[in-house]
């Protein structure tokens, strides 16, 4: 009788450890959209280039770097209005997922937390780009300083957004995801031409090297990691039902 007291009580711990596992699966399950609509807002991006995946004869860098990256845009205005449009887009459309899935499922998510931080991202940004400064020089800026106004690229609201909803749902997936974007604008916004490795990046003494990418390429590099997220976390929602 007693060994049978204890294998029910087992089951029952187990069946409650099920039950508490498949809830946090459920409150965690709506991720996969906001990470793919940054990682989509990624790759729309690349329309702002005059030649996102192919080569050009020259290429002229405004600055600042409007379309994000360093290269030869279509159109300032066109690549200021992007950004400063489709976040917000983007931040309404995952207020209303996370709602609907609030009032279907009975689960809540700290979302605001998400938006505030996008949008505070580009208020920065509009704020400090504002404040007249001198274009940086056409050699690398990492060697020539200073490079802080390389980094005045819209890129780090979407690198910001990823950090806030890994730490919004608890994955370390979409923090890593957010630092992976964060590090590569770093480098491709502070130096020009685009792609340009420093010699001291490679453990050399000379001047360096240039991958022969295009800002499409890198573009779809910074999603990948958000992509690769958003696919397991929806595949985890689809197997506990959220």
Partial sequence: MERDRTTEAEQTLAQLDRLRDRSARRARGGAWLPAAGIALLLLASSALYRSPFSQLSAIEGEHPYWAGLPDQQRSPVASYLFWFLGVPVLLAGTAWWYRQRARRLGVRVPWPAFAGTGLGVLVLLAVIAAVPTSPPPDTLVLLSGPFWPGLLTPLLAPAAMAVA??????????????????????????????????????????????????????????????????????????????
């Fill in 165 to 242: 909803l890994g730490w919004v749902e608890r994955s370390w997936g979409l923090v890593i995801a957010g630092a992976w974007i964060v590090a590569l604008a770093a480098w491709l916004c502070t130096t020009f031409p685009l792609g340009t490795v420093p010699g001291w990046m490679i453990g050399g003494s000379g001047g360096g090297g240039q991958l022969a990418w295009r800002p499409g390429h890198y573009l779809v590099l910074m999603a990948l990691p958000l992509l690769a997220v958003a696919t397991v976390r929806l595949v985890s929602a689809r197997r506990s039902g959220a």
